[in-house]
């Protein structure tokens, strides 16, 4: 702070040189123009210097000290130039002494600037008769010829100025510096009231014509085809009030000038000695009710801190000397091509969103400001000061009774601190408009990209680097990648050395835990620092990744990549959890002569001794494709603790994470049957499939692998495509108009008032042929005869050809299959014969046995025949 001091003093000492160049500039150079230059200067400098002097939309340091401070300095200078007329005035009293040669100003041209110079007031004039006093006996008679009355008077006036120098902070966090700059000085309406109603002052009626047309421009550069406006009513709510403030205090102040013959260097002085003491008190009613207050001294770590405090000591002065080589006129100009200046600049230092209007706009502002000045009203015969009646005095509110006017002055401090610090500590919304443009951005804006190299190919680093606009943080991981003493150790947010791909998983836990212990950076913008990172996406570099495919994924689940087969050419591992090997005995890792699980097995056993709340079966282990994967970051310090634990045990990666993710679900779900799993079951290929073809990556927004060295045209199309994203990014959403939200659902009459005549018209037709009583005959489709809709081109000769060749081909396949089942059928018929003939052998030979045993039991019977046995027992019956 002492090097400020004294960087402030040397200013101090440079402005009162400031008039001997005044001569030298006016031989060289044309001094209007040149005024009108360093006016643009200083209000694009104050500009980006209130915007640049945030931290995260917030000051660092307090706006209240900083006011105050200010005005101290200003008081400063005030006093020293008191003392510098009364030693002048001691050596020579009857030379006119002006410590710095600008003349007054006139009253046509005060009352369009008096905005501007605000609490600036700083204008030279020179006094006499003190030479035979001592020189602190010459200030405080120069201070006593300020009337008791304009005491008062610069105590209000100063309580005025409290409110400008302290919503102006709250108008930069609203706002971007063009708009508060174009309103700023765009609003004439009020200050013509006010010079109407409170000095009686005439406007004309090309001005009162130049007065509308302004305000249409106005509100041409703040509107938004698409929402309306640029920013919330409470912003402009705090940007007029602001203004109105302002142009109050500037009649006011014309009007303490004009009413006292005093020395403006005491007039000033009182002013500014006003002001330290107030802003001083609000800047103690913040320490004492708000805790986020910072110290008096605390938050100036930065030069636009300090370049606030030079920029509100020095704003005056300048604009002072602007006045005395230029005119209104081209102090208007000065100020609408600062203002152009800064609606340029914005966007591109600060990242603001310009209305589309704020062009022409900004001309009909500017044009109907020129109007104004060069169309006055016919002048009033001249009233001299003692002609003027002071009760006729604007804004006279404190009663003139000695008893009532202290207590009065006591009870609008108040209330001016409390507006003051209302302003400080109310809910700032966002500078965004309420109805915010649906632009398109990519979803993984606040993710890292842990992208895994297994071994050196730092010439893939450049494609890599396409997927920066995508995420918040590119991180490589790649062995020797960085040279470094640490060697496989080195890790920062972007690069890691780390070496053993078998188990990179350790790795990303070790980056995982360096982004936890970032504090937050506050001099960053938003969304910029690694405690902004909300998640990490994890893909081999190999790997392909269409990231605005993801924007409707749960940002709060983890993912895995599932590979749904294991054809034994690249595909799986597929994601399997078990307890016996023989629920996925085909894979490699769990074959006898392996046994890769044993290790994961014993890192369950650990994690069961540690004492955990983790929910698992010691038991049970999982399988599963792990090259591409998301963990958000409130479930981070798991992994790294699973991470770790798996480590020490040296499981195989595509043993470790599956588990690990299992694990975590187990624990975490809120819900008992309900998985914070996201399964990605669209992503191609698997741990060690070959390249993709073009329909593979065209059709597959993730997958693996992308071959680097095979096909350079699937590999191309791919970063086109990747480029093509990148280039929408921030572009306006152009299905927003067609879009659907889930908590606006429609009925089928609300809907159908949306159609024209002529949808409305086919639907019906449509719904008329539809055949509501048909039943299903067969399970396919109707047939067409080939081209009936003349929608195909005509066959090429080559297709012919080979239409005739597979149809002449399907004849002999017809006939080949038709000779085949003949055949069948035939050996079928001989087999069936063969087998009658046998049955019927077989007959015969029990026939003629049965036939052989007849014959036995008639003999053993007396030789009858079964008949002759039959007749006589029937006649044995009879008898």
């Not at 203002?339 to 900004?362: A, E, H, K, Q, R």
């Not at 890292?448 to 606009?469: D, G």
């Not at 034994?568 to 994601?575: A, K």
Request: with cysteine.
């Amino acid at each position: 702070m002492k090097s400020c001091l004294s960087h402030f003093l040397n200013l101090s000492i440079s402005v009162f040189k400031m008039g001997r160049l005044a001569t030298l500039w006016s031989r060289s150079y044309n001094p209007a123009y040149l005024s009108a230059l360093c006016l643009v200067v200083i209000q694009v400098g104050i500009g980006c210097i209130m915007m640049s002097s945030q931290t995260g939309g917030k000051y660092t340091f307090s706006t209240s000290s900083s006011v105050t401070i200010s005005e101290f300095f200003k008081f400063l200078i005030s006093s020293s130039l008191i003392i510098r007329a009364c030693q002048r005035d001691a050596a020579d009293p009857t030379q006119n002494h002006e410590a710095f040669p600008i003349s007054r100003v006139s009253d046509d041209e005060r009352k369009y600037t008096e905005e501007e110079v605000e609490s600036e007031r700083v204008i030279y004039a020179h006094e006499t008769g003190r030479n035979n006093r001592t020189l602190s006996a010459a200030y405080i008679a120069t201070l006593d010829k300020v009337s008791v009355e304009n005491r008062f008077g610069f105590a209000k006036l100063a309580l005025l100025y409290a409110l400008i120098n302290n919503t102006i902070f709250v108008a930069y966090k609203l706002a971007d510096p063009g708009t508060v700059a174009l309103i700023k000085s765009g609003v004439i309406l009020i200050t013509a009231l006010l010079m109407v109603f409170a000095l009686n002052s005439d406007i004309s009626k090309v001005q009162w014509i130049a007065i509308i047309i302004q305000l249409c421009g106005l509100v041409t550069t703040q509107y938004r085809p698409e929402t309306g406006s640029s920013y919330a009513l409470s912003t402009y709510m705090v940007l007029i009030f602001q203004v109105t403030i302002s142009a109050v205090a500037g009649v006011y102040n014309q009007s303490l000038l004009k009413s006292d013959q005093a020395s403006i260097h005491a007039q000033n002085a009182i002013l500014y000695g006003c002001g330290v003491c107030i802003n001083a008190m609000v800047h103690l009613t913040l320490s004492y009710y708000t805790d986020s207050e910072p110290g008096f001294f605390e938050g100036y770590t930065s030069t636009a801190a300090y370049l606030v405090i030079v920029s509100n000591v020095f704003i005056g002065l300048a604009i002072t000397a602007v006045y005395k080589y230029a005119n209104a006129v081209i102090k208007c100009l000065a100020t609408a091509v600062a203002t152009g200046i800064l609606l340029y600049v914005s966007p591109i230092l600060f990242g603001t969103n310009t209305s589309p209007l704020i062009v022409p706009g900004g001309l009909v502002v500017f044009i109907s400001s020129y109007l104004y000045m060069e169309f006055p009203a016919a002048k009033r015969p001249v009233v001299t000061l003692t002609e003027e009646r002071k009760g006729n005095r604007p804004f006279n509110f404190t009663s003139a009774d000695p008893v009532l006017r202290a207590p009065l002055l006591a009870a609008f401090t108040a209330a001016t601190i409390f507006i003051i610090c209302f302003c400080e500590t109310m809910q700032i919304p966002d500078r965004d408009p309420p109805a915010e443009i649906d632009t398109l951005h990519s979803p993984f804006n606040s993710t890292i990209a842990f992208v895994r190299w297994n071994s050196h190919h730092e010439e893939r680093v450049p494609l890599i680097k396409k997927y920066e606009p995508f995420f918040h943080t590119l991180h490589f991981s790649m062995p020797s990648y960085i040279d470094s003493p640490l060697k496989t150790e080195f890790q920062n947010l972007t690069h890691d050395n780390w070496g053993d791909g078998l188990f990179p998983y350790v790795q990303i836990a070790r980056t995982m835990r360096y982004i936890l212990d970032q504090p937050k950076n506050e001099s960053l913008p938003s969304n910029q620092s690694a405690a902004d990172i909300t998640g990490l996406f994890n893909f081999h570099f190999d790997a392909w990744v269409n990231p605005m495919d993801f924007a409707e994924e749960d940002y709060t689940k983890m993912w895995m990549a599932i590979s749904r087969h294991g054809d034994g050419i690249g595909g799986g591992p597929t994601f399997v959890c078990m307890t016996k090997r023989e629920r996925f005995g085909g894979w490699q890792g769990l074959l006898g002569d392996r046994n890769w699980h044993y290790a994961l097995l014993h890192a369950l056993s650990d994690l069961e001794a540690a004492g955990t709340d983790f929910r698992f079966n010691p038991r049970e282990w999982c399988v599963g494709w792990s090259d591409v994967y998301y963990i958000p970051r409130h479930l981070w310090t798991d992994y790294i603790y699973l991470a770790t634990i798996f480590g020490s045990r040296g499981v195989f990666h595509e043993l470790a994470i599956p588990t690990i993710i299992h694990i975590i679900d187990q624990t975490r779900r809120q819900r008992e049957l309900s998985s914070i799993v996201n399964w990605l079951g669209d992503c191609y290929g698997g741990c060690c499939s070959e390249g993709a073809t073009l329909d593979d990556l065209l059709e597959h927004r993730c997958g693996h692998k992308l071959n680097y060295l095979g096909d350079q045209n699937i590999v191309a199309t791919h970063f086109q495509r990747i480029d093509y994203a990148a280039s929408l990014l921030g572009t306006k959403n152009m299905l927003q108009e067609v879009q659907v939200l889930p908590d606006q659902p429609r009925n089928w009459t609300e809907y159908t008032q949306t159609l024209s005549q002529e949808a409305l018209t086919a639907y019906h037709v449509a719904f008329s042929k539809v055949p509501l009583n048909q039943t299903m005959s067969v399970n396919v489709p109707p047939n067409f005869v080939f081209n009936q809709t003349g929608l195909e081109p005509p066959p090429t000769p080559e297709e012919l050809k080979k239409q005739e060749e597979d149809r002449l081909q399907k004849i002999e396949n017809d006939k080949a299959a038709e000779a085949a089942r003949k055949a069948a059928e035939d050996a079928q018929r001989i087999e069936e014969l063969m087998k009658a003939e046998s049955e019927q052998k077989k007959l015969e030979e029990k026939l003629a046995e049965m036939m052989k045993a007849a014959e036995v039991e008639r003999k053993k019977a007396g030789d009858q025949t079964p008949g002759e046995r039959n007749t006589t027992n029937f006649q044995e019956n009879e008898t």
